[in-house]
Every structure is written in C-alpha cells, then in structure tokens.
C-alpha cells in the first residue's frame, strides 16, 4: 500500500511494508505520475518500510536519473532505518536523497 499526502511544500510518499519487486511497478508509476504533474519536491516517509530489493532500489535511482534537467526537484527520506540508510550511502544515493532521522534497528 502507497499513500501520498502533502507536507507545506512536500509530497510525502509513505509506502508500508517491505518495497520488493511486486510493488516497485506500482511504486515507480504514482512516482512519475506526481512528477508529471509539476510536483518536484518528494519526501518519502519509510517509517512502515522495513526492507528494500534490488529493483526498488534501482526505482530509487532512477528518479533522478530520468529528471536530470529538472533543476527543482528535491528528494527526501525520513524516518528511515539504519540499514536501508547504510544501503543508500553503499549505493550513493545518500547524495541524491537527503536521509533525515535514520533509526536504528531494534533487533
């Protein structure tokens, strides 16, 4: 399940449960539809996300690959825990997406 709210200037994504590949699809579209519609600033909110695959992973570096002309379009993370957060600085993308309050994993 994905929802979408607003946040001031933000549209905040919360997606819920894990982001494998059955969902990455659906993900990636209700991604570009709001960037199709002029909505630039993205904040992903990954408090109900405990695990990631490889293909949402690449959806994740594709947004900014697909929008490079896009000299407006901010990309944020929160709530997101520490092992999706080392996942993203292995990959880079902490470069792209800023990661704000990274939790630990409660073991």
């Known amino acids: 399940m994905i929802d979408i709210c607003k946040d001031n200037d ?3 994504i919360i997606p ?7 969902i990455s699809s659906l993900f990636r579209t209700k991604i ?8 630039n600033k993205l904040r992903f909110d990954f408090s109900k996300v405990f695990n990631l ?3 949402a ?3 994740f570096a594709l947004i900014p690959e697909n929008n490079k002309e896009n000299k407006e ?5 929160i709530n997101i825990n ?9 990959t880079h993308l902490d470069k792209i997406y800023r990661l704000i309050e990274v939790k ?3 073991v």
Not at 82 to 90: E, M, V
């Open 10 to 12: 933000f549209n905040v």
């Open 16 to 22: 819920s449960g894990d982001i494998v590949s059955n």
């Open 32 to 39: 570009i539809d709001l960037l199709n519609e002029g909505k």
């Open 53 to 55: 695959d490889s293909q």
């Open 57 to 59: 992973l690449y959806v």
């Open 73 to 77: 379009l901010s990309l944020e993370i």
């Open 82 to 90: 520490s092992d999706i957060a080392n996942l993203f600085k292995y």
């Open 104 to 106: 630990k994993k409660i």
